[in-house]
């Protein structure tokens, strides 16, 4: 019985493994699939320039029936449920039909692997994905490219070296500018902080790009009118960034204005200040917009929020795919949604 | 383990049955039209495979302690905990928490030997071997950070490789004897080990994921090698299961662990042995994942422990233990990832996938146990 159970999983498994080595095989050899009906070769990966909003709100409705997929990190995660349901609305706006597909954790990057290649399988003509590796998703979205799907990319960007490397051309991208974020919040900074005055920063997961763009724009803006005294990262995490600036206050009692990279961390943040005993002592900006602080910037304990609109990625990465499928919309450009900033009422 | 004089026939059945689950899956999902036109291709088949390869493994390994009737919860987060080392090693040369993985296993092994010894001269060991693990234990690990030391920037890539194999095989030993010597309950240890294991990956790498690894590591997470790897980890697993002395007595223990004592088993050395299984499945499982994303991912393999549980258990291993097989353990991981891409294939909505997944999990355990009873 033993032998026969071994036997039969060799069987069974070697047929699968010849589909592989086939798959494997013919790959490399054949040309790169046309992915649309000729167009010129070249366009590096999405950054062939910019679409104006413009360009992307003359998009026509769909005249054939098509069938697009949005993939998104999590659904756990408030940022990407105004981004589904502007998608899906804009999906219906325009006649296309838009399937959503999510990981149930933010961190199972496999899943959101598989789900391109299921995708892909499907047959859909577009795939609009935030990913959730920008380099480890890249091997399924050229399986998908090599299929003649189109792949835009929101928000979080696709590694451009691996992606040269791998041959993946994005069809679009779709997102928001960090560094003019990081600028709005430090002008929200100064103009709050209008005769000067010492600063700290929490950082995002240090070398991660948003994170670093987040940081540069706003230390710009802040160059010669305010001084940051102390910067240190707490990892987009509300916990961290309470015990953080407890010792960052502790350190730097004078500290009269905060920002942090996103609002989570403004959130541990502001708890901290609070058990300082110095609850609308301190400028606090923050970033995302996010329900959790909705509270706080009525009290005005945060006194702004840098709304990065995932809504409108859904929306102009929907917009921007039937634009190319129409023939309308070029390829391999980007558009940055704008950004805005929101104030504390107080 | 019955193999009484029934009809050959019935043999052919037996062999069938662990399939059958998956088939009614995979027949159930056929009926619909879009399924069988995207499933039951050339192109995707290999996909399934490659999907699954990571639960294959890490199934196959926890095969061996659910069959002792244990459980290992900590596979998911000690996949991290390599893939870290992996990385580590590669990128920025052996981190220090190596040195000590390294020292484990010695001094467990000198601890073993010195009591074997003593033994054999009628002593009663306990203090002194367990004084020798402990001399060897810090022998190792001094030996270890001059090492360490010596060798400065990033090891070769085989290298890293095995130091990663070398700490999945040290979290393995460490359950192992603390569920055998230390008598603390499988589900409690294991746990302690999950908790632990994450600590220590977010520890030694401040909770960032390490990139930057040589292009070359990609060729086994990918393709043909990702899932002959699998296939082999399963070959070797399910060999080493039914075909071994080792692999009977491990589930002879399972079965009555007390019956097995007295008639003579090293219960201690078997037990442990299916948790250093368990932990080098982890392992594995590591070097695939890290070689497939090109990162050391620390919060890889969160929640993994439950789906190579499920894949274990749909794969009609008891979890009380004495009854199961590697083979099926593979049929179930694929079994899940039928589920999981044949969901999707359909177009069953994101949200309502999980409800539908954890339905049938519980579903073919129960017609399992049915077949299994009568």
Known sequence: ????????????????????????????????????TGEAPAAPAATGGALTQADLDAVAKSEKPRKLALIVKTRNNPFFDPMIKAAEAEAKA??????????????????????????????????LVTPADSKGIVPALKQAQEKGILVINLDNRVDPDVAKSAGLELAAYVGADNLEGGRLAGQSMAEALSSGGKVAVLEGIRGTDNAEARKRGFTEAVAGKLDIVASDTAE???????????????????????????????????????????????????????????????????AATIEQHPDLMGKYGVRAAVGILNGSVERGKEFLVPLEAIRGTK | ????????????????????????????????????????????????????????????????????????????SVMALCGVALGLCVTQGPPPFLALAMAFPAGALAGWAAARALTARGLRPPLVATGAGLAAVGAAVAVGQLLLRGMGGGVRLEGAILAALGVGLACGLLNGLVVT????????????????????????????????????????????????????????????????????????????????????????????????????????????LTAKFQLADTGAGLGAELNAIAAVVIGGTSLSGGRGSVVGSLVGALTIAVLNAGLVLVGVRDTLQGVVIGAVIVLAVMVDRFRGGA
């Open chain 1, 94 to 127: 325009l006649g296309v039909e838009l399937e959503v597909q999510s990981p149930a954790q933010e961190t199972d990057k496999e899943r959101q692997f598989a789900l391109v290649q299921d995708v892909t399988a499907r047959g859909v003509e577009a795939i």
């Open chain 2, 181 to 288: 010597l230390g008598r603390v309950p499988p589900f409690i240890v294991t746990l302690g080990m999950l908790t632990a294991a994450r600590g220590l990956t977010v520890y030694a790498t401040d909770g960032n994921s390490v990139s930057g690894l040589p292009p070359r590591l990609g060729v086994l997470g990918q393709g043909p090698v990702l899932v002959g790897i699998a296939l082999a980890v399963v070959l070797g697993a399910a060999l080493l299961q039914s075909r071994t002395g080792a692999g009977r007595l491990i589930q002879a223990i399972g079965g009555n662990e007390e019956a097995a004592r007295l008639s003579g088993v090293n219960v201690t050395l078997h037990k442990t042995l299916a948790y250093v299984l368990s932990g080098l499945g982890a392992a594995v499982a590591a070097v695939v």
């Open chain 1, 1 to 36: 019985m033993k032998r026969r159970e071994l036997l039969g999983v060799a069987l069974a498994t070697v047929g699968l493994i010849v589909g592989c080595g086939k798959e494997e095989a013919s790959a490399p050899s054949g040309s790169p699939a046309p992915s649309g």
């Open chain 2, 1 to 76: 383990m019955k193999t009484g004089g029934s009809a050959a026939g019935s043999g052919v059945l037996r062999a069938l049955r662990p399939w059958l689950i998956p088939a009614l899956v995979c027949v159930g999902f056929s009926l619909h039209p879009d399924f069988a036109r995207t499933f039951w291709t050339r192109e995707y088949l290999p996909n399934l495979l490659q999907q699954a390869a990571t639960n294959i493994i890490l199934a196959c390994g926890l095969t061996f302690v659910i069959l002792t009737g244990g459980i290992d919860l900590s596979v998911g």
């Open chain 1, 236 to 302: 987009w995490d509300t916990q961290r960034a309470y015990a953080k600036f407890q010792s960052m206050l502790a350190a730097h009692p004078e500290i009269q204005g905060l920002f942090c990279a996103n609002d989570k961390m403004a959130v541990g943040a502001l708890k901290a200040i609070d058990e300082a005993g110095k609850g609308g002592k301190i400028t606090v900006v923050g970033y995302d917009n996010i329900p959790d602080v909705q509270p706080h910037l009525k009290n005005g304990k945060l």
